[in-house]
């Protein structure tokens, strides 16, 4: 009796953990973000919960207002009882005093949604007007698959919650990284912090990764029922920096470890090379005399780039208005690059000999 009824345990459980994972497909974005490269996706275009990863868009319009004057890293903010009743916090209680600084500072290394509901507070006066201000910003940025109901991504009592795609958020980190980048990089890499009013520690919710490779830095953790286990992580060597954006996974391990593959099958197959050398032949191009002429880079294509250089289509477009003679050390064109029909930047060719 024992066992049938041991047997019948195992097998609910196997049920049970099969109905969470049936059909589950991954949802994730892998991109380069000094070349605002593309390198692979799945699902990437659909809408999907994004639980506390919300609190990096929390973290752009804190910034900006910061940069508009409107408050500052050294504001003070005297915690009222709505931010203390938040939950999975800063342990900020009533009659707390505390600074921007360290807000942000919780928001982004422990994921405090009493930090992000003060913060909004501050920046937009009701979390209300601040998920106003979130909606408009994503209209600014051309996030069109995007909507967001609060600064900390909680799920509402109605079953709201915020949603983006791959291809937005890739969007809104990309911007983030360009104006904040050396600040958000250091703050995000930070094992631990201290709540300065009760002196508790708590690790980085993204701990496990960081102490894995020294490369990993940040970015930013999430979860919800609804939304699964979600991460934007980043992956830096030398001018690169390899950014793995995640969402919908079912365990914070299964996160970690389609995280940490992606990384590294980022990393293995872009990186910093010469694509075409000065004068290195990038294709031809027929004159109306009927004769053939090498088109050349005018100076080396250097930056980050696949491995295998044939995986890239090439478009060219001839310069406006151009007129003969036309010398090699005279533009004669653009070249634009595509990896998996997603533009990879342009540069400027020549002739390989001189054009009467």
């Not at 931010?83 to 994921?111: C, F, H, Q």
């Not at 009760?198 to 993204?206: K, L, Q």
Request: charged share 25%; proline share 2%.
């Amino acid at each position: 009796m024992i066992r049938r009824n041991l047997a019948l345990m195992i097998a609910l459980v196997v049920i049970l953990q099969g109905s969470f994972t049936f059909g589950f497909t991954d949802t994730y974005l892998i991109y380069e973000d000094s070349s605002n490269i593309i390198i692979k996706g799945s699902n990437e275009d659909i809408s999907k919960g994004i639980a506390s990863v919300t609190k990096l868009m929390t973290y752009l319009l804190a910034m900006e207002a910061i940069d508009e004057g409107k408050i500052s890293m050294d504001d003070v903010f005297k915690v009222t009882r709505d931010v203390d009743n938040v939950p999975y916090s800063y342990w900020l209680a009533t009659g707390d005093e505390i600074t921007v600084r360290k807000m942000i500072e919780s928001l982004l290394v422990i994921s405090a949604n009493d930090s992000a509901y003060a913060l909004g507070v501050m920046v937009a006066g009701s979390e209300e007007a601040f998920a106003e201000m979130m909606n408009k910003k994503c209209d600014e940025l051309g996030l069109t698959d995007s909507v967001f109901y609060n600064a900390s991504g909680l799920t509402l009592k109605d079953g709201s919650y915020n949603k983006m795609s791959m291809t937005d958020l890739q969007k809104l980190v990309h911007v983030i990284l360009e104006k904040y980048g050396d600040e958000i990089i250091p703050i995000t890499s930070t094992i631990a912090i201290k709540n300065p009013n009760s002196g508790y520690e708590r690790n980085n919710t993204n701990h496990r990764l960081l102490k894995k490779d020294s490369h990993i830095k940040g970015l930013k953790t999430g979860y919800t029922d609804v939304a699964g286990s979600c991460l934007v992580s980043i992956y830096v060597e030398g001018d690169a920096k390899y950014v793995n954006l995640t969402v919908g996974n079912p365990s914070r391990d299964y996160r970690d470890r389609l995280t940490y593959k992606n990384l590294m099958y980022a990393k293995d197959t872009f990186v910093e090379k010469d694509l075409y050398l000065k004068d290195e032949k990038v294709l031809d191009f027929e004159l109306l005399t009927g004769k053939k002429i090498d088109l050349v880079p005018l100076e080396n294509v250097h930056g980050i780039f696949n491995v295998d250089s044939s995986v890239y289509d090439i478009e060219f477009k001839l310069k406006e208005g151009l007129s003969l003679p036309v010398t090699t050390e005279d533009e004669f064109g653009t070249v634009e690059l595509f990896y998996m029909g997603h533009p990879h930047g342009s540069f400027k060719v020549g002739p390989s000999e001189n054009i009467e």
